[in-house]
């Protein structure tokens, strides 16, 4: 079974910066989608932002827009959310996820089409 783990999370200030990364066990097809989401407790998880694995389309929540992005090491099957200018708000744990490989684009926020999941990862940004 695929495993993802989540790394980079920490404690920062506000309007900095923290980069995340997910390892992934295992080679992804061109069709997934690889999506952060983050969630607080007692809260439904949130998206932040998703990639095809074939780096062909991104798409981000509007809270993460300007401030977030998403990218991939293909070698190293690792993703990235890098996130600067951080805000209070944007405190949670962060996951990682890799969808089905038949999940449509348009399904991308969608937690319920990943069916992998990482541990998770807290950011914690102070004022």
């Known amino acids: 079974q695929v495993q993802l783990a989540e790394s980079g999370g920490g404690l920062v200030q506000a309007g900095g910066s923290l980069r995340l990364s997910c390892v992934v066990s295992e080679r992804s097809s061109p069709r997934h989608i690889m999506g952060w989401f983050r969630q607080i407790p007692g809260k439904e998880r949130q998206f932040v932002a998703g990639m095809r694995w074939s780096a062909g389309s991104i798409t981000y929540a509007d809270s993460a827009k300007g401030r977030f992005t998403i990218s991939k090491d293909s070698a190293k099957n690792t993703v990235y959310l890098q996130m600067t200018n951080l805000k209070p708000e944007d405190t949670a744990v962060y996951f990682c996820?890799?969808?089905?490989?038949?999940?449509?684009?348009?399904?991308?926020?969608?937690?319920?089409?990943?069916?992998?999941w990482g541990q998770g990862t807290q950011v914690t940004v102070s004022t």
């Open positions: 996820a890799r969808s089905r490989a038949s999940t449509i684009w348009s399904e991308a926020a969608n937690p319920a089409r990943y069916d992998d």
